[in-house]
């Protein structure tokens, strides 16, 4: 099991330029989320989905789209990156299963915008 | 709504020395609480939880919490620090106005563990 995996690992942008971030996850996992991660700030939560074509927003979606077409896959969109967007950004994962509420996490995306 | 608060943005100590993580939280409702730890330049991953039962829960790599219910704590505790625990420490806990298994994390806790 590769568990959760992020593409791109590192990305450079200029302010206006758009890209998408990729999420999977092989553990048929039902939830999945869209962290971004700044110094002294902890996580916080961007986009999350409960399943497959279904999305929501977290507690700081502006500037940012996603989708889920698949169960095992979820995209971060950003249409026109900011300098305020550089980041590490994680995605995760866990089951509907109540008794359980883990979040497994990917390596993370660091996006720096110039 | 739910929260969690780590008061201390870095800790030292010794190793071989037990170490102390802090966390408080607030929440309406039976808390559930978790420890995440993060190496540099990964992922997040799992320590322990408290959902209900036994306040000192036994989780990864040595470490333990204990629920504080009175004090509204879970610290996190190891009788004798490694080096290699040298990472950064999340406290979080769950959303419970949330159907998506959603939790709220701490700021995080640098752990510095010297030779």
């Known amino acids: 099991n590769a568990g959760v995996t992020q593409t791109p690992k590192f990305r450079v942008l200029k302010t206006g330029q758009s890209m998408t971030l990729l999420c999977a996850q092989d553990m048929n996992h039902e939830y999945m989320y869209w962290y971004r991660q700044d110094p002294g700030m902890g996580l916080r939560l961007i986009h999350y989905?409960?399943?497959?074509?279904?999305?929501a927003k977290g507690e700081v979606p502006d500037g940012y789209n996603v989708s889920r077409l698949k169960k095992q896959n979820f995209l971060l969109g950003l249409e026109s990156a900011a300098p305020s967007q550089t980041s590490v950004y994680f995605c995760?994962?866990?089951?509907?299963?109540?008794?359980?509420?883990?979040?497994?996490f990917g390596p993370g995306t660091r996006l720096t915008v110039t | 709504a739910q929260s969690v608060a780590q008061p201390e943005d870095q800790v030292n100590v010794a190793e071989g020395n037990p170490l102390t993580v802090k966390c408080t939280y607030s929440v309406s409702g039976n808390p559930y609480l978790f420890w995440y730890v993060q190496y540099p330049n990964r992922g997040l991953q799992f320590l322990l939880k408290y959902i209900t039962g036994d306040n000192l829960v036994k989780g990864s790599y040595g470490f333990e919490a204990e629920f504080n219910k009175s004090q509204t704590s879970f610290h996190l505790k190891k009788p004798s620090a490694l080096v290699s625990d040298s990472a950064l420490y999340f406290c979080?806990?769950?959303?419970?106005?949330?159907?998506?298994?959603?939790?709220?994390f701490g700021s995080g806790t640098r752990l510095s563990i010297r030779p």
């Open positions: 979080a806990v769950r959303d419970i106005d949330s159907s998506a298994s959603k939790i709220i």
């Open positions: 995760a994962s866990s089951t509907r299963r109540q008794d359980l509420y883990e979040q497994y």
């Open positions: 989905s409960v399943g497959e074509g279904t999305t």
